[in-house]
C-alpha cells in the first residue's frame, strides 16, 4: 500500500503502510518494539503555523521529534518514527548529499550563503537553519540528561561545533555523517547514499593516529560501531523490499591524473564490513588495473562473510562515459552512485536515476501481436520491426517521466551547486546536472526469444512465425513438449558469442537513439542501464517468452544466464557498448559457492584482475550454494542471519519474498551446474 496524504480541518494526515516489528540493541540485548498501526490509523504529520511552506513544517519537526539515546554506541544517533511532514511532489531519494561540505566545513557557512540569496529560497534556507540548529540543541539536551558521563561528554562536545566549523576528529566526522544522515531520514528522504567515506574523512584519521588519539585498532572500532548504528530502524529504512535501504559507502577509484585512490580507511571499512555481518549499509568498491594488488585482494576476502559486499565498479569503463555524456572532468573523477549502482555527482546532481524501469521485452511482444508476421521472409527483417517497435517504446516511455513532479526541498538545494547560484530549489533544476535515471528489465527475453525465433523459423523452419507465436500468446497450453524445447535450446543473452553481442550493441543503439533529444521538465536529460531490482515485479503482467518463460515468470536477473559461467558472463560484458545514454548501472551478476571461493582466493583475485581489464562495467556475486538456500527456506528459525544479494541491496533471506526465494535457489542450482 502507498502512503496518502490529504488536508482535513487544515491538519495532514497520512495512511500509514503496514505494521511491523523494530528491533534494536540496547543494554547488550536485543529490543523488539511492535510498531503494529492500523490501515486506517493517522500518522503524526507535523506542520506550521500561517502560510503553507514545507521549511516552516521541517522547523515543527525538529522542535517534536522524539529523540533517546542509544547505550549500546558512542554515536548519537535516532529516527522518530512516527512523525513526519507531508510533502506536494515526490521527495528526492536514491541519492547522497555532499557530506564533505559538513564534514570538512562548516554548516553555518553553507546556510548562510542560501539565506544570502533573498527571497522565498533564502527564507526557507534560513527556516532550514534554524531546524537544524533546533536538533542540534535538542540533541544536547537529552545528552545532558544521559547516565554515560564520559561518552556524553564527548558527543556534547563534538555537537557544540558541529554546525560552526570544520570536525575537528575523526569521530567527531562519523558522528557529523551521522546527524545529517538522521535528518534526512527524518525528513522522509529514501535510500540515502553516504559517499566517498575514505576520502572525507581520511585527513582527520591520519591527525588523530599521529597526535595518539585513537589507534588503527580503536578507529576500527568506531567504524563497525558507525555501520552498527547505521542499520538500526532496518525496517523503517526499507523501500520496495526489507533491506531495500541504499546506505552505501564508496570506497577508492582513479584519480585524475591516473591515480589511484586508497587510504587506510579504504581497508577499515572493508574489514568492518565483514565484522559486523549486516546487510546495509554496504560498500562499494571503485576497481581500476591501477589499484593495488592486495586491496583488491582485500576486497575479495571481504566476500568470504557473506553480507553480498562490495559491489565492484570499474573506473577504467565508467568515467571515460560520465565525461563523454558531458559530466565535468574532475565531476567524473569523483562520482559516488545513487544508492546502488547508478553513477551520481553528490553537490551537484538532482539525478533521480531509479525512477522507472523500461521493459525491453515489452516492444518485442508488441511487434508479435502485428497481424503481418507470415509477410516477413527475413529473419533480419524481424529484428528491425523489433528495432521500430521498440523506438515507439521509448518514446512512450519517455513521455512518461514527464510526469514526474517533485517537492521542494530547501535543505538538498543548499548542499548542491548551482542552487545558490541561481536562486533556484533543487526540484525546480536549480542542481547543475538535472538528470532522469531509469534502470531495466526483459533484455534477456528479447534475445533469447530473438534468437530462437532465428532458429525455429528463419534458419531450420520447422515453424511458421504465426504459428508460434499463437502458441506463446496460448501460454503454451497444452503444449509442454514445445516449452521443454525452447528451453533446450538454451540462452542467448550473456553467452559470449559474436552474434549475440551485435544485436544486444544493435539494441543498446536503437534506445539511444531513441533517448538523445529527450530533456526532461527541469532541463536534464536522461540514462538508462541494463540491470534493475524490478526483474520479478514487472515480469508478473508480461506475456509469455519463446525462450520458455511462461507468463508472469520472472525476467532474467541483471546481466546474467543460468547456463553461463561467470568467465563467459564476464567476457560478454566487457563487450557491450555503454557510451550515449547507456550507463545508468549495468551489473554482472552471478552465483559463487562458498567453498569455491575459499578453496580458490588467489585464483579469483587473479580472475578478478583480468575481469577489470576485459571491461566489465558493475559486478556482485552471491556466496551461498543450493543446499543452504533450499534449507533456509524450509527451516528459517535455523537461518536468521542469512543474507543474499538482490541487486544494489542485500537482504536476509526470511525477510524475502517467496518468488525470490525460488529465483535465488533455482539460479544457485543452475549455477552450480556450469560454474
Known amino acids: 500500500m502507498g502512503l496518502k496524504t ?42 506550521g503555523v500561517g502560510p503553507r511552506d514545507i521549511s516552516s513544517d521541517i522547523v515543527m519537526l525538529m522542535n517534536k521529534v522524539d529523540l533517546q539515546v542509544l547505550s549500546d554506541s558512542s554515536f548519537f544517533y535516532w529516527i522518530d518514527e512516527y512523525k513526519t511532514i507531508a510533502v506536494k511532489g515526490n521527495v528526492l531519494s536514491n541519492f547522497c548529499i555532499d557530506y564533505n561540505r559538513v564534514v ?95 576520502k572525507i574523512l581520511g585527513n582527520l584519521y591520519e591527525t588523530d593516529l599521529k597526535s595518539g588519539l585513537i589507534t588503527e585498532e580503536s578507529a576500527c572500532a568506531m567504524v563497525c560501531d558507525f ?49 559486523i555481518n549486516k546487510p546495509d549499509p554496504k560498500t562499494f568498491i571503485r576497481v581500476s588495473k591501477n589499484m593495488p ?23 577504467d569503463v565508467i568515467i571515460p562515459q560520465l565525461i563523454k555524456f558531458g559530466i565535468n572532468r574532475d565531476e567524473a573523477y569523483d562520482y559516488c552512485v545513487s544508492a546502488c549502482w547508478e553513477p551520481f555527482i553528490p553537490g551537484k546532481s538532482l539525478d533521480q536515476n531509479n525512477i522507472k524501469a523500461f521493459d525491453f521485452y515489452r516492444p518485442l511482444d508488441k511487434a508479435l501481436n502485428e497481424n503481418d508476421l507470415n509477410r516477413i521472409k527475413t529473419f533480419d527483417s524481424f529484428v528491425e520491426k523489433y528495432k521500430q517497435s521498440l523506438a515507439r517504446e521509448w518514446k512512450c516511455f519517455c513521455y512518461d517521466l514527464n510526469k514526474f513532479v517533485w517537492a521542494c526541498d530547501p535543505f538538498v538545494s543548499m548542499l548542491t551547486d548551482g542552487c ?21 528489465v526483459g533484455m534477456g527475453s528479447a534475445v533469447d526469444t530473438l534468437f530462437n525465433i532465428k532458429k525455429l523459423v528463419y534458419d531450420e523452419r520447422r515453424y511458421r512465425l504465426d504459428e508460434l507465436n499463437k ?31 551485435e544485436l544486444v550493441n544493435e539494441i543498446i543503439k536503437v534506445s539511444n537513439d531513441a533517448v538523445r533529444n529527450y530533456i526532461n521538465p527541469i532541463g536534464g536529460k536522461v540514462k538508462f542501464g541494463l540491470s534493475s531490482p524490478f526483474y520479478i515485479r514487472n515480469a508478473k503482467n508480461s506475456p509469455a517468452d519463446l525462450a520458455g518463460r511462461k507468463n508472469g515468470d520472472p525476467y532474467g536477473t541483471h546481466i546474467s544466464c543460468m547456463d553461463a559461467s561467470y568467465t563467459e558472463l564476464v567476457n560478454f560484458a566487457g563487450k557491450l557498448d555503454y557510451s550515449g545514454h547507456a550507463f545508468n548501472g549495468n551489473v554482472v551478476d552471478y552465483f559463487l559457492p562458498p567453498t569455491l571461493l575459499e578453496k580458490n582466493l588467489k585464483k579469483f583475485v587473479l580472475f578478478m584482475k583480468a575481469a577489470i581489464r576485459v571491461g566489465f562495467f558493475q559486478m556482485q556475486m552471491n556466496i551461498v550454494d543450493s543446499s543452504t538456500l533450499i534449507d533456509a527456506k524450509v527451516h528459517p528459525d535455523q537461518y536468521p542471519e542469512l543474507i543474499v544479494r538482490v541487486w544494489g541491496f542485500s537482504a536476509y533471506f526470511n525477510d524475502l519474498p517467496e518468488d525470490y526465494k525460488d529465483l535465488l535457489i533455482e539460479r544457485a542450482i543452475r549455477s552450480e551446474k556450469v560454474a
Not at 158 to 167: F, G, K, S
Not at 472 to 496: I, M, P, Q
Open 6 to 47: 490529504k488536508i482535513k480541518n487544515d491538519m495532514w494526515h497520512i495512511n500509514y503502510i503496514i505494521p511491523y516489528t523494530a528491533k534494536y540493541l540496547q543494554g547488550g540485548k536485543l529490543h523488539f518494539i511492535k510498531k503494529s498501526i492500523p490501515i486506517v490509523a493517522r500518522l503524526r504529520v507535523v506542520r
Open 104 to 198: 570538512n566545513g562548516s554548516f553555518n557557512e553553507v546556510a548562510d550563503k542560501a539565506i544570502a540569496v533573498g527571497g522565498s529560497y533564502g527564507e526557507r534556507a534560513t527556516n532550514i537553519k534554524s531546524a537544524i540548529h533546533s536538533l542540534r540543541n535538542r540533541t544536547v539536551e537529552v545528552l545532558r540528561k544521559c547516565q554515560d558521563r564520559k561518552r556524553a561528554d564527548r558527543t556534547i562536545d563534538e555537537m557544540l561545533v558541529l554546525l560552526e566549523q570544520p570536525a575537528r576528529h575523526f569521530h567527531e566526522g562519523l558522528q557529523r555523517v551521522l546527524f545529517f544522515n538522521q535528518f534526512m531520514w527524518q525528513t522522509r528522504h529514501r535510500l540515502n547514499g553516504l559517499g566517498r567515506l575514505d
Open 227 to 275: 555501520m552498527r548504528i547505521l542499520n538500526q530502524w532496518y525496517e523503517y529504512k526499507s523501500s520496495s523490499l526489507l533491506g531495500d535501504i541504499g546506505q552505501i559507502i564508496i570506497l577508492g577509484g582513479v584519480e585524475p591524473d591516473g591515480n589511484y585512490f586508497y587510504n587506510p580507511l579504504t581497508y577499515i571499512f572493508l574489514k568492518a564490513q565483514a565484522n
Open 293 to 315: 594488488d592486495d586491496l583488491l585482494s582485500v576486497a575479495v576476502e571481504t566476500l568470504k562473510a557473506g553480507t553480498g559486499s562490495p559491489l565492484f565498479s570499474n573506473d
Open 420 to 440: 545558490n547560484e541561481r536562486g533556484k530549489d533543487i526540484s525546480e533544476g536549480g542542481a547543475i546536472h538535472s538528470n532522469y535515471g531509469v534502470t531495466s
Open 471 to 501: 502458441k506463446r500468446k496460448n501460454n503454451f497450453k497444452n503444449d509442454e513438449e514445445l516449452v521443454d524445447e525452447l528451453r533446450h535450446l538454451g540462452h542467448s543473452f550473456a553467452h559470449d558469442k559474436e552474434e549475440v553481442e
